[in-house]
């Protein structure tokens, strides 16, 4: 994320929900709890835009989801959120559909399955819910949703009463501190899939295997943040290549209000993910920019190759 736009991984931060943008931005911004909540609060129609958002998107206000009655289907699992029934967190399965612009919400703790959206809440009968093997869910055209009244957003979470139990969705808490990446991957499991399809450079994944320095790649993110998860997950899979190398990662997880971080302050990180390189102790170069991330491999290996000075050498 930009420095300059701190808001867009700080949901504390948003302009009034009926502000327009692009929907590459809504996408970029969909893991943001209050912005999606505020989301479902409007009916107002999609603009159009690409399908797949470019790495770094920006925006101008909260997203805006298509209109009420947009088709009930494209519903992704989504972590970020958990379900409290009656004050008592539950298992629950959650979806959030940029399509439909509405939530999904299936439980044992509840009677029925519960959609979200525009203000509204409503229950479905759990046969009209479909599956496929990729775990997105859709609601069957033509389907009974029953009215249950509102919902309402107070502060971060989402309040809603299913037939006389209160539920609650609330965000959940980040990943903080130094982690190592199963730490990383079991907090995100969408992570893991990431970095399956990402498909390293080989030459630069060769290069490095055969680095003789000791070299730290410590990656500032956020388990909260959207940005980070389309881009952190290539690094994943770039230190399961280098497994045998000596090349070693870590991940330190950030709060959503990162700049108050000491940690974060003492290596003068201003936006996220950054990835500081050390050689032999010795910070040599960052990972920051969206292009060195879409191949950190590569930009790792131009750091280091960089680096073979008498002071960071061999």
């Not at 699992?77 to 959650?94: F, G, M, Q, S, W």
């Not at 050390?278 to 290996?301: C, K, M, T």
Request: with cysteine.
């Amino acid at each position: 994320m930009e420095s300059s736009k701190p808001w867009l991984c700080n949901p504390s931060i948003r302009n009034g929900p009926l502000r327009t943008l692009t929907r590459a931005a809504s996408r970029a911004l969909a893991g943001a709890l209050p912005g999606v909540l505020a989301g479902l609060l409007s009916a107002a129609p999609a603009l159009a835009g690409p399908s797949t958002p470019p790495p770094g998107a920006t925006a101008e206000s909260c997203p805006i989801p298509p209109k009420a009655g947009a088709p009930l289907r494209d519903f992704k699992p989504i972590d970020d959120l958990y379900l409290v029934v009656d004050k008592r967190r539950v298992a629950a399965e959650l979806f959030r559909s940029e399509t439909a612009g509405a939530m999904l919400v299936i439980s044992p703790a509840l009677s029925a399955p519960m959609v979200l959206r525009a203000e509204l809440l409503f229950t479905v009968d759990r046969a009209a819910i479909e599956k496929q093997a990729d775990g997105v869910a859709s609601v069957k055209p033509g389907a009974a949703l029953k009215p249950l009244g509102k919902f309402e957003i107070i502060a971060d979470s989402a309040r809603f009463n299913a037939e006389g139990h209160q539920a609650e969705l609330l965000p959940t808490p980040p990943l903080l501190g130094l982690r190592q990446a199963e730490e990383v991957k079991s907090h995100n499991p969408d992570y893991v899939e990431g970095a399956k399809k990402y498909v390293p450079d080989a030459g630069a994944i060769s290069a490095l295997k055969k680095e003789q320095r000791a070299v730290t790649v410590r990656i500032f993110y956020g388990s909260w943040c959207p940005h980070c998860a389309m881009l952190v997950p290539h690094a994943l899979r770039v230190e399961q290549e280098l497994n045998a190398s000596r090349v070693r990662f870590e991940y330190f997880g950030v709060s959503r209000q990162f700049g108050r971080d000491p940690e974060v302050k003492k290596a003068g990180v201003g936006t996220i993910p950054t990835a500081v390189v050390y050689v032999n102790g010795r910070e040599a170069g960052r990972i920051i920019d969206d292009g060195s991330w879409r191949s950190p491999e590569s930009a790792l290996r131009a750091i280091l190759e960089g680096a073979r000075t008498p002071g960071l050498g061999h």
